[in-house]
């Protein structure tokens, strides 16, 4: 049903496990995760943490690491509208296209979407990690979009709480998890400000620093964040 199966009155979502790293990942029930094995993985609410709250308008951010996904999938400049496009553009990037299309349409399709604000998204330099930065792109009207490097001092406090666990699905499908006992489960994820290179774009890693990567750095997560209004669902 709409890509899921059902069982029991739940629905799942079938996958086959593609990656393989050592030391070896574990699900959070300490099974190993083996690739090439089809898991099936329940279907549950993504749970929100709330990070602002302006006059009603409720600024949401995935509590977890959510899926495995390319900020853009290689580092090739190109030409849109006469204009060269660099691949940490996040207006042309392929996480934001995901983001807004896949994601949501997965995600909120049985839902009443209109509950879902349409953001302004800011992209300017500002908001990037220097004033200066000549990669920063056009503003963005979006549903779903990722935090920017500002946004990871303006609504955190220190590395702490800007770590993040992943999913069992997103640890089946490749994103990044750290096997430290300190940091177990913790994993990287994108933000959507370009950095210093034409190639890079900001991330959080695992201890809750923020740094800077290729584009196309394979097993980066997805943190969705969106706005909604008076607390509607």
Known sequence: SEGYYEYEGSEYAKLTATYVTYPAYQF???????SG????????PIKWRVISNNDGTIQLLSE???????????????TIDGKTIYSN????????????NEFYNKAFGTLDQSAILTTLVDNSASTTNSSSNSYASNNTNDKIYLL?????????NDDASRQA??????????????TSTSYYGNGHWWLR????????ACHVLYDGDVGSSNVDRAYRGARPALQIKNNIW
């Open 28 to 34: 959070s029930d300490n099974t190993t995760v083996i």
């Open 37 to 44: 094995t089809t898991y099936y993985f329940k279907v549950e």
């Open 64 to 78: 977890y690491i959510l899926e495995n996904q390319y900020y853009y999938p290689n580092t090739s400049s190109r």
């Open 89 to 100: 553009n996040y207006e042309h990037s392929r996480i934001r296209g995901w983001l807004n």
């Open 148 to 156: 920017s490097y500002q946004d990871s001092s303006t609504y955190f």
């Open 165 to 178: 666990k992943t999913t069992d699905y997103a640890r089946a499908v490749g994103a990044y998890m750290n």
């Open 193 to 200: 400000s370009p950095s210093h290179s034409s190639t890079y």
